[in-house]
């Protein structure tokens, strides 16, 4: 499967963005999801990440618990992460990641294909 990550960009703190992630093939469905994020310097992190098909299991980091919610649409190939009340340590490059053999995961090592990344800047 093939990952194309977009909607990163600029935004002031407290705004919002919500960031797309497009997947190829026909089995999306099959695939639990899950978003990253490496900051400058820094090694990356796990931030989000739903569960294959549509049972609708979602996980995330405490850092980001109640900002961000993930979502997918499977008709769509796509899974999305809603960003909330950013802050400037939300600045990072975004990736998302898809894992064929786990329900849902939050572990990198999991996860077998991943996206090119879309860069979020949070200004203060």
């Known amino acids: 499967v093939q990952l194309q990550a977009s909607g990163g960009g600029l935004v002031q703190a407290g705004g919002s963005l919500r960031l797309s992630c497009a997947a190829s093939?026909?089995?999306?469905?099959?695939?639990?999801m899950g978003w990253f994020r490496q900051a400058p310097g820094k090694e990356r992190e796990f931030v989000a990440a739903?569960?294959?098909?549509?049972?609708?299991?979602?996980v995330y980091a405490d850092s980001v618990k109640g900002r961000f919610t993930i979502s997918r649409d499977n008709a769509k190939n796509t899974v999305y992460l809603q960003m909330n009340s950013l802050k400037p340590e939300d600045t990072a490059v975004y990736y998302c990641?898809?894992?064929?053999?786990?329900?849902?995961?939050?572990?990198?090592?999991?996860?077998?294909?991943w996206g090119q990344g879309t860069l979020v800047t949070v200004s203060s």
């Open positions: 093939g026909r089995t999306f469905s099959s695939y639990a």
């Open positions: 990641a898809a894992d064929h053999d786990s329900t849902i995961t939050s572990s990198s090592h999991d996860y077998d294909y």
């Open positions: 739903i569960s294959r098909w549509s049972y609708g299991s979602t």
